[in-house]
Nanobody, 124 residues
Framework: QVQLVESGGGLVQTGGSLRVSCAAS????????MAWFRQAPGKERAFVAA????????RYADSVKGRFTISRDDAKNTVYLQMDNLKPEDTAVYYC?????????????????WGQGTQVTVSS
């Protein structure tokens, strides 16, 4: 079993930056593909970014490419999402997810573990 705990959300102005973190329990973190999803009010949960454990290839949603960076620190069992040049449309609850597979898929149904989420609000 893997438990995920997000932190680092908050309120930021348009154009600002924020980093959210996700700490994972257990000893198998280095064999997990990690991802971030987000859900805005009234919308479905959407893929943001993912990072595999095999050579750490990454994948991003088109809406965040060039602005967001996903990274991982296996020594700390933590995955990060650095968000720069934030826009009001980035406002959402951000969820961390994990799967026991090397493929950094965008499909949320393939992720086995989820955190409780952290709120990110971008003011205009």
């Amino acid at each position: 079993q893997v438990q995920l705990v997000e932190s680092g959300g908050g309120l930021v102005q348009t154009g600002g930056s924020l980093r959210v973190s996700c700490a994972a329990s257990g000893r198998t973190f280095r064999t997990l593909t990690m991802a971030w999803f987000r859900q805005a009010p009234g919308k479905e949960r959407a893929f943001v970014a993912a990072i595999s454990w095999s050579d750490s290839p990454t994948r991003y949603a088109d809406s965040v490419k060039g602005r967001f960076t996903i990274s991982r620190d296996d020594a700390k069992n933590t995955v990060y999402l650095q968000m720069d040049n934030l826009k009001p449309e980035d406002t959402a609850v951000y969820y961390c997810a994990a799967r026991r597979n090397t493929v950094a898929t965008y499909d949320r149904y393939y992720y086995d573990y989820w955190g409780q989420g952290t709120q990110v609000t971008v003011s205009s």
